[in-house]
């Protein structure tokens, strides 16, 4: 029933410091996606999961993005060792499988790297 | 590689007149394409999607857009604007064969509607 739920909602942190944003599917979806959105960069792929694995991990944008998921459910999306161009919408979405079927987003966490 | 061009970075209609919201895309294949809303502080609502049957695709709240192959468009349209139907909107082209799954967005479209 429920759709994509992402938490925190919003998060404020200090550079440096370490951050784990979460994602919660929709419940049989076994795709799973995160996307960056920041106001200089629109919208940006970041990586996919079918299942548990990552077949492309192709958009993080540094060693410091890791990204895992278990169950075929929850995904942690974490960030080392944050930098002020971390900051940004981070979203979630699902799909019923990969390929081109209706990706469903989640609102998003706000993250801010003081 | 595929790319999409929203034409207007932001457009301002009254309620009750037409939304015209437009978008070219560049592909070597033949692409689905998508629009998706995204109204402040939520997420991405899908709207439509075009996967090569009906040129014509209608979406929810009344939205509908066209695939015009010759032009490489697929623009969005509503009859009658609502003031609910201000957000921002993304015209969004997936990649081809083993990389459908990977979406490439326009840069978005900020509607505003006014009373």
């Known amino acids: 029933g429920a759709g994509v739920s992402q938490s925190p909602s919003n998060k404020v942190t200090e550079k440096g410091k370490d951050v784990e944003l979460r994602c919660d599917p929709i419940s049989g979806h076994t795709a799973l996606y995160w996307y960056r959105q920041s106001l200089g960069q629109g919208l940006e792929f970041l990586i996919y999961f079918q299942g548990n694995s990552a077949p492309d991990k192709s958009g993080l944008p540094s060693d410091r993005f890791s990204a895992e998921r278990t169950g075929g459910s929850v995904s942690t999306l974490t960030i080392q060792r944050t930098q002020q161009e971390d900051s940004a919408v981070y979203l979630c979405?699902?799909?019923?499988?990969?390929?081109?079927?209706?990706?469903?987003f989640g609102d998003g966490t706000r993250l801010s790297i003081l | 590689a595929q790319s999409v061009t929203q034409l207007d970075s932001h457009v301002s209609v009254s309620e009750g007149t037409p939304v015209l919201l437009r978008c070219n895309y560049s592909?070597?294949?033949?692409?689905?394409l998508f629009w998706y809303v995204q109204h402040p502080n939520k997420g991405l609502q899908l709207l439509l999607k075009y996967t090569s049957a009906a040129t014509l695709v209608k979406g929810i709240n009344g939205f509908e857009a066209e695939f015009k192959k010759s032009e490489t468009s697929f623009h969005l349209t509503k009859p009658s604007a609502h003031m609910s139907d201000a957000a921002e909107y993304f015209c969004v082209v997936s990649s081809s064969g083993g990389s459908n799954y990977k979406l490439t967005f326009g840069k978005g479209t900020l509607l505003t509607v006014n009373p």
């Open positions: 979405a699902s799909s019923a499988q990969g390929g081109n079927q209706p990706q469903h």
């Open positions: 592909s070597s294949y033949s692409p689905s």
